[in-house]
């Protein structure tokens, strides 16, 4: 049957969470982790922490969620079986473009004490490559033409923090759950600047008056597929037209810096509040997120769908352990009581799930914005203390080639990413493998001073794309600690 022809997923009986928490970018990973997180701090002990869930682009999700009164079944999917939990906690959700105004509306609620954010790298309209705002970015110079109808995260949360002041309501804090270095103080840092664009007064109030706590955010959620739909009815009797699939693993690390009263209890449900996130969010991007990427450019290329497909080929598993073990790690600080090897050892182990199918193409989007971070800054950190780096750079040769749009059989690559027209153009324009990896070189958003001249990182990047046309994605991947 169909999942359709069941009865529709609706609310239990229970009343609606009150509202406490606005959060921008209503995508799967955050209705599979903070949002859990929130309903199991009300199922604990109560308080209003109710989600109305904020989608900047696209109207889908509320088209979804809107005709189940916003319940949705998440589904965590462990090897020995699947577990199904249904979650509660989102009010409403509203769709920015259709109704700016009725989001600031929200946001400058004096219920509102925390605003959430998942809104990916490129939400931040910022440069990766510094952290800085990019004024040219097309949302900020919408915000700047019209504060009082935002199109980015950023213009909204001026907006409504402005609402706020100008009504004698205190600022909500605002906690950024992206995969960012530094979160918090990226988020801190271009809110600043859209602000003193606008208003200095009001820049100055957002320095002394909100809060900007940073956080580490982990849990592997692939995308909702149609077959997740199906196997979600066969499991309930319900029709879930947005269900969540989530491994059983889950990590919230959060900078303990709220403004008081905006503070969720979530030390109560076992979220790690602590003094400074930053040696957890270097562990997490750097172990999880960069052997991520460098498993979809290498296993796409080898023509490997999933990472658990990547990782049960064994060149490719020796490949990655042999990345944590002789790249990774010894670049890291531990944070306080973590013993590195078994943290990388149970990553392996969720990368193998066998139930969680993580496209490589999926976790290859938007490269541009997330190689910086999780790839580059350890290449230069590496280069500087003189260590050799070979599978993280065989990996950033695998992004030159993927973001040129030709795999190595010669098929088109459906390469999502904000820059992919310039990379493309760029790559198309050289001749010769040198010259395409030496022309993306030169995009300063993405490479730094220090990695573009580095001329033994250009030869490496320059063998390794040569390597890969030559002999394929397997065959370097086997013989790259062989
Ligand atoms: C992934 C992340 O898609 C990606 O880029 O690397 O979404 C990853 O699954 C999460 O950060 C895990 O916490």
């Known amino acids: 049957m169909s999942p359709e022809n069941l009865p529709r997923l609706t609310r239990s009986s229970a009343p609606k969470p009150a509202l406490g928490v606005v959060h921008l970018g209503l995508g799967a990973f955050y209705r599979a982790h903070g949002a859990i997180y ?10 209003d922490w109710g989600i109305t869930g904020v989608s900047l682009k696209s109207p889908t999700q509320a088209e979804r969620l809107k005709p189940q009164d916003c319940v949705y079944t998440a589904l965590e999917l462990a090897p020995d079986g699947p577990k199904v939990h249904h979650v509660e906690i989102i009010r409403d959700v509203l769709v920015a473009p259709e109704n700016p105004a009725a989001v600031l509306a929200t946001m400058a609620d004096p ?6 954010l998942t809104v990916t790298e490129k939400g931040y309209c910022h440069n990766p490559a510094t952290g800085k705002l990019n004024r ?24 409504a923090l402005a609402i706020r002041r100008a009504a004698g309501t205190p600022p909500f804090t605002v906690l950024t759950c992206d995969n960012l270095p530094d979160n918090g103080h990226v988020l801190r840092g271009v ?14 109030w957002i320095s002394e008056n909100t809060h900007f706590p940073a ?8 995308a909702t597929k149609p077959e997740d739909i199906e196997t979600v009815g066969k499991l309930t009797g319900h029709y879930d037209a947005s269900p969540v699939m989530m491994e059983p693993f889950r990590q ?15 030390d109560t449900v076992g979220v790690e509040m602590v003094a400074r996130v930053t040696p957890y969010e270097d562990m997490k ?3 999880l997120n960069g052997t991520h990427s460098s498993l979809a450019y290498l296993g796409y290329l080898g023509g490997l769908k999933t990472i658990a497909e990547t990782v049960a080929h064994p060149a490719y598993a020796t490949f990655v352990k042999s990345l944590w073990r002789y790249e990774i790690i010894p670049g890291l600080t531990p944070p306080p009581g973590v013993d590195l090897r078994a943290y990388v050892n149970a990553l392996f182990t969720r990368y193998e799930n066998p139930v969680i199918r993580h496209l490589t193409w999926q976790i290859a989007m938007d490269g541009s914005q997330k190689l ?7 290449l230069e950190e590496g280069f500087a203390q003189g260590r050799k780096l070979p599978g993280l750079t065989l990996a950033v040769a695998a992004w030159m080639r993927y973001v040129s749009g030709t795999d190595l059989d010669g098929n088109p690559i459906d390469v999502r990413d904000p820059m992919a027209e310039r990379l493309k153009t760029l790559s198309d324009a050289a001749d010769t493998p040198a010259d395409k990896v030496r022309a993306l070189l030169t995009v300063a958003e993405v490479f730094s001073p220090a990695l573009r001249d580095n001329a033994k990182f250009t030869s490496d990047l320059i063998a390794a794309y040569e390597g890969l046309i030559a002999k394929g994605a397997i065959a370097m991947v086997e013989a790259q600690y062989a």
């Open 191 to 204: 809110t600043l600047e859209l602000a003193t664009l606008i208003d200095s007064d009001l820049a100055t």
């Open 285 to 287: 991007l750097r172990c």
């Open 38 to 47: 929130l309903a199991e701090v009300m199922a604990k002990g109560g308080g």
């Open 372 to 378: 910086p971070q999780r790839i580059l800054f350890q």
């Open 215 to 222: 956080s580490m955010v982990d849990r592997i959620v692939p």
């Open 136 to 159: 040219d970015h097309p949302d900020i110079v919408a915000d700047l033409a019209n504060p009082d109808a935002p199109a980015s995260a950023l213009g909204f949360i001026t907006r």
């Open 252 to 266: 919230w690390v959060v900078e303990d810096d709220f403004a008081p009263g905006t503070r969720p209890p979530l």
């Open 111 to 116: 219920q509102v004490k925390l605003v959430t």
